[in-house]
C-alpha cells in the first residue's frame, strides 16, 4: 500500500493498457491473416 492509494490506481491503469494491447495484437493477427490469404490467392494458380 502507498499514500493515497496511488499502487491501486496504477494497477488499474496497467490493467487497462494490458486490455487494449490485446486488442491490439489480435487485430494485428486478424490483419496478417487477411493479407497472407489474399497473396496465397493472387499467387496460386487458378
Known amino acids: 500500500m ?3 492509494g496511488e499502487v491501486p490506481e496504477a494497477e488499474a491503469a496497467m ?4 486490455k487494449g494491447m490485446l486488442a491490439v495484437l489480435e487485430a494485428a ?14 499467387l496460386l494458380p487458378i
Open 2 to 4: 502507498s499514500v493515497d
Open 15 to 18: 490493467k487497462e493498457l494490458q
Open 29 to 42: 493477427d486478424a490483419l496478417r491473416s487477411t493479407a497472407a490469404w489474399k497473396v496465397l490467392q493472387i
